[in-house]
């Protein structure tokens, strides 16, 4: 028996309402901030991503699907969605439209992770970029945005936190300072701590390991470095912020795991769930577009994982609208009464009524049976009476009551029970 790789999982029919939900609040929180759908392939030039997200990531160092076509041509499946809309946006000129340019995106990741509940090998994240703007107003409108699309979910029992990492002027002396720090507790630090030290100092703020954060956490804090513009622009995201009433916690050791952030970072985290507890991640990303070939674009953006989303919702509790059931069942006993019934499913489908048709020739009996595992309000039985008479027996499941009705007027009929 096959099946489906590790870390990647069939979105069952029982799943998909939870996926409608999901989806339907993003496109929707979209239309709202003005976002506009964009979709980008599913592999990409692999360089596209260790030109952005830079090597000394994990996603870059272990964890990219990298293939070589029939072509010679190296690829990858895309591990992220934020430097595919940067290609996407120099690709197609977008840098002459009035900026900034705003896309969102609704579509499955691919990273080479250890997998576990809310940890996947293919992903999913509704991400939203707005490109070609430097306003911290338009930080504070990301997160707004975010901690809006997460409500409107009924989500809400979640932190804010947000950090500044500085910029090309003023990280590299941060750095300097947090090498000499680290240099001191070597020996201390797990062993992918020593590495980071050597390939990006960043992220050794941000492991997990419990000796490792005790030291992180007397660290320099960069927030202590940043030049004066980042420290201003930082200042106004927060002071926005406030504005709009949204709650945050800042955290000097939230860095992010892709490389290509500057000034602004912040995650959303469930209070829930102790092992992923990232619903969302964004920030500025102001050199990505000048790194991928374009001129200087400042860009800020927020992409949150599906799969954790739900989960969310499922663990709360919270209550997502019921799939709707077909309204009938069509049951139908003889040969010449299957044939009628198979005119009057189409005629009633052309009418915008879901309809399921029995198949085969059971008893009456056994087609009630099936009507009741669809939960379908109504049924609609043809037999050879009826027939001759043109008429069907209208049976309500639920009252358990039947009725005669021409065939002439059953969609009407079926069409004002619907609406009320
Ligand atoms: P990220 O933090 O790598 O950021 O991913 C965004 C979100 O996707 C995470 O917060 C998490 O909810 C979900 N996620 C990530 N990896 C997995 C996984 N293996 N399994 C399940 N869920 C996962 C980015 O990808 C950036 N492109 C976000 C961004 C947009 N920054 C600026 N604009």
């Known amino acids: ?53 830079a090597e000394g990531t994990d996603i870059v160092d272990k964890e990219m699907y990298v293939f070589t076509d029939r072509g010679g041509q190296n690829l990858t499946l895309k591990a992220e969605g934020t430097a595919p809309t940067c290609r996407a946006y120099l690709e197609h000129g977008m840098f002459n439209l009035p900026q900034p340019v705003k896309l969102y995106y609704i579509t499955s990741f691919f990273r080479y992770e250890r997998p576990q509940a809310g940890r ?79 390939k990006n100092p960043l992220r050794l703020l941000d492991c997990k390991k419990k000796d490792c954060k005790q030291i992180a956490d007397v660290a320099p804090k960069i927030t202590d470095y940043l030049c004066s513009d980042c420290q201003a622009h930082f200042e106004r995201v927060q002071h926005y ?42 920030g500025r990303y102001d050199n990505l577009v000048e790194q991928l070939g374009g001129r200087p674009t400042p860009a800020v953006g927020f992409a949150t994982g599906i799969e954790r989303l739900i989960l969310n919702i499922q663990q709360t509790g919270i209550s997502i609208p019921a799939r709707s059931a077909p309204v009938a069942f069509i ?42 595992s669809f939960s379908t309000s109504y049924t609609i039985i043809i037999g050879e009476q009826e027939l001759s008479t043109e008429n069907v027996v209208l049976r309500d499941m639920k009252a358990q009551k039947q009725t005669l009705v021409t065939q002439a007027n059953i969609a009407e009929i079926l069409l004002q029970k619907q609406s009320h």
Not at 9 to 20: A, F, G, N, R, V
Not at 175 to 197: F, G, P
Not at 269 to 282: C, M, R, V, W
Not at 356 to 361: D, K, P
């Open 241 to 282: 912020l406030t504005t709009l009433e949204i709650p945050f916690t800042l955290n000097h050791r939230l860095v992010r795991g892709l490389d290509y952030y500057s000034r602004t970072v912040f995650e959303l985290e469930t209070l829930n769930e102790k092992s992923q507890s990232a619903l969302g991640g964004g």
């Open 120 to 198: 996947y090998r293919q992903h999913h994240q509704c991400g939203f970029e707005a490109i070609g703007d430097a306003d911290p107003l338009l930080d504070a409108e990301v997160i707004d945005l975010s901690q809006h699309f997460l409500r409107s979910l009924g989500i809400t029992e979640f932190s804010i936190r947000l950090n500044s990492i500085g910029c090309r002027q003023c990280q590299p002396n941060y750095i300097k300072t947090l090498r000499e720090y680290y240099s001191q507790q070597e020996a201390a630090l797990c062993a992918d701590c020593q590495v980071r030290l050597l």
């Open 331 to 372: 049951a139908h006993l003889g040969d010449a009464a299957k044939l009628a019934a198979i005119k009057l499913s189409s005629r009633l489908r052309a009418a915008g009524i879901p309809v399921v048709l029995a198949t085969g020739t059971k008893s009456l009996r056994a087609q009630l049976r099936q009507a009741n």
């Open 1 to 53: 028996m096959y099946k489906a790789p590790r870390g990647t999982s069939d979105i069952l029919p029982e799943d998909s309402e939870y996926w409608k939900y999901v989806t339907d609040k993003a496109i929707a929180v979209g239309q709202l901030y003005n976002y506009q759908p964009l979709e980008t392939p599913v592999f990409e030039d692999a360089q596209l991503f260790t030109r952005s997200t």
